[in-house]
């Protein structure tokens, strides 16, 4: 069973909506010609695993809603979600061979733990991600799928190191680039610590943490709160919610015992939602 469902139909459809030839298509993808593009859309071939995200990008379109997946991930979706060739994935991990990580992909030999942890970040996963989707390409059983949590500060900053640059940076580069465009002073070593799953707190100084991290925000152009746990999140969009309750001489809770925000609360995030986005 493939990991992604795929109808072409459907890709057709998104391809006229994103009001792109098959060409067009084609060269986004580095192909030489558009007979791959006009085959998937007419259900004839399957796109390879690795096109899929880059097929999803150049339409515009959600790569799970273009191509729902199907079943747990093993290492070859991974890479595929990655964008990476069995090749290109092995060039960019030291002292990971191509043959090492097929034998991996095809259920027949472990990966070595050293490369466990620059192969997680390559592909903007946790570890233990990498870990159950090796166990999958094994035909190793997964556990009973545990309550989903969010993804931690580390998985965030891998996700957006990869869709930012072709390969992945080494941390120097990674902090130059932020301190030039954000006036941020992150060290190699900051920038290491963070994508090796350090929490912001323990990386940085009491209080220049959420300084690094807005900075971080700004250069992959994504708001702060992105970055922020649930907690931050939550005590942050409370603090917001009390600042507008605030600024219109409103209770931001109901009085009496029916409890949760008030109606004019209500009515005031109402009529922010309904507003057209960029409206003052």
Partial sequence: MPPRRFDGAELRAARRRADLTQKQVAQGLGLSAHVAVARWEKGERFPPAEKM?????????????????????????????AGYTQSAAAEEVKGLS??????????RR????????????????????????????????????????????????????RKAFDSVPAPEMLAEA?????????????????????SAADVFAEGSAEVALTGIAAFFDVPQLALQDRAGVEIRVL?????????????????????????????????LVARTPGQP
């Fill in 53 to 81: 995200v880059g097929i999803a990008a150049i339409l515009g379109v959600d790569v799970d809603t273009l191509f729902p997946r199907e079943g747990p991930c093993d290492l070859v979706d991974l890479r595929s979600d």
């Fill in 178 to 198: 932020v301190n030039a465009k954000a006036g941020t002073r992150l060290t190699a070593a900051q920038v290491e610590a963070l994508l090796a799953g350090a």
């Fill in 239 to 271: 603090s917001d919610l009390q600042y507008l309750a605030a600024h219109h001489d409103i209770a931001l809770a109901a009085r009496g015992g029916d409890g949760g925000v008030s109606s004019q609360m209500l009515a005031v995030l109402n009529e």
């Fill in 98 to 107: 191509r043959f090492a990580l097929g034998d991996a992909e095809g259920g």
């Fill in 110 to 161: 472990r990966l070595d733990p050293d490369v466990i942890a620059p192969l997680s970040r390559l592909y903007g996963v946790d570890p233990e991600a990498l870990g159950a989707a090796e166990d999958q390409s094994f035909g190793v059983a997964a556990p009973a799928a545990a309550p989903r949590r969010p993804p931690s500060l580390a998985e965030k900053l891998n996700g957006l190191v």
